[in-house]
């Protein structure tokens, strides 16, 4: 058992918490913890989590959403440690952009940034730091269950809870203005798969004798009433799903990193002698990552390559793929489309969706849905079977959570802003003072001192958009790319002679996304000799300049597109000079 010790106390010294992201928002968790005035040099800056946010349909082009680094390339030689609660990409996913060259901070540190974590959450990290090639730019160091590390003037404890994932902590941060508790992604799991229980009472022993004087928690589900669902459940739900399947083939999707659905589908597999076989890439890495810490644990006889499916009856076959969430590019997602190279479903196919939405990804899932049924598979999915259990806690256990925790301050965390909304809610209810009780965004600074909690201004925390690039899409170019979904484009060509003033060529109208040119001559002629006409006027009036001319082009282009057909698609004037 490690030995228990507290940071000691010094109501002189402010304690700050920066939120960098995962307030209003599913994803890009990400928040910075400060012991020591601003202007202190010896200050201290943890990070916890960094994470990324996967895109929605307003994200035209976009691969992925991170958070804004400003603040920590301003600090990067404070950075002491980068604390990882658990292994999930939205809490790990944007360390290797964190410490990239360019919008990162690799090249403002001297020296490799600690990661502590789990062993589990650093293998998951690693698999995409080490394709950036930024492994030396890294310093991991696995940690056990309630091991105490010092980050500078921190002293930071992991707490073992339950989640979707294996191995996750809630972090402890004992500070000279008492104990901050940050939750991590969490449910009260009495049964879980590996036996691994949360340690309710080592936060029941903080907060009866040191107190927590502030707790920072999950509210993912705290709009939803009871309690979730032990992960054990879904176990037997997928044996008794499998004995119903005999003859067939079983094909199942689930998150890559929730180790404990895909053992339990392996055990649900292997119970009726079927061989597993993986499918995509990070489904396989996973598997093996597992297995090489011992938190996944399958016959190695049982497993083989997707290669070798066809020397096997279906019937004898479960392959446990990637693209629960109706990735266009997934393995699931091009098995729909009956795209995938290793195998083509039919009406002899079972394919079990052992996952649940994000909030985004409904209508990306459902297509994937309809096109498995196009055909033939049958499909089983949470709505229609128990083979999902949250990994988040529904109100009745942040309810038991906050009895326990008893929170001098209380701030709701991670979900979207009703989502917090409704966890602060559930803190009244539970005796915590409304006025000590703060809903923060992205951006927010609180400060800790001796006098309580209070914000103390903002710092910058917009989206960093990856399109290719890092920082290559701006808000402007989503703005135009929204435009140019919804409304289209209309390009106006046009050759002047500035000399004689006359009209040499054009106009021609090129246009995209407004009308389709080959059925509509009369109005895109029409559309020609009114943007002629203005830019003879124009001429005539003794405009030279081009920059004006388009100006011209464009005024009389929008006015005739929007009284010809109400539409307003985005006007490109191009005026050359002959």
Known sequence: MTQMYTAPLDPTVPVRVVFLGGLGEIGRNCMAIEQGAPDDPDRTIMLIDCGLMFPDAIHHGVDLILPDFTYLRENAARIQAIILTHGHEDHIGAIQYLMRDGDGIGHLRDTPLPVYGSALALGLARNRIEEAGLMPKIDMRPVKDGEQIDVGTLLVEFIPVTHSVPHAHAIAVHTAQGVVLHSGDFKIDLTPVDSRRADLARIGQLAKTEGIRLLMSDSTNAEEPGYASSETNVGGVLRSLFAQQRGRRIITASFASHLHRIQQIADAAVGEGRKVATLGLSMKKNIRLGLDLGVFKIPESSLIDIEEINQHDPGDICIISTGSQGEPMSALGLMARGENRWLKLNEHDTVVLSSHAIPGNEGSVNKVIDGLLRLGAQVVHSGIMDVHATGHAKADDIKTYLSIVNPEWFVPIHGEY???????????????????????????VIELTDGGLAPVGRVPAGYLYVDGIVGDVGQGVLRDRQKLAEEGVVVVVVTVDVQTGKVLVGPEIITR????APEAEDLLDEACDTVAAKVELALSEGVRDVEQLEREVRRAAGKFVSERTKRKPMIVPVVMEA
């Open 418 to 444: 009703r989502h917090m909304v409704a966890n602060a809610k559930l803190g009244e209810l539970m005796g915590v003072p409304a006025n000590r009780i703060i809903q923060c965004e992205d951006g927010d």
């Open 513 to 516: 996304g407004w009308v389709y």
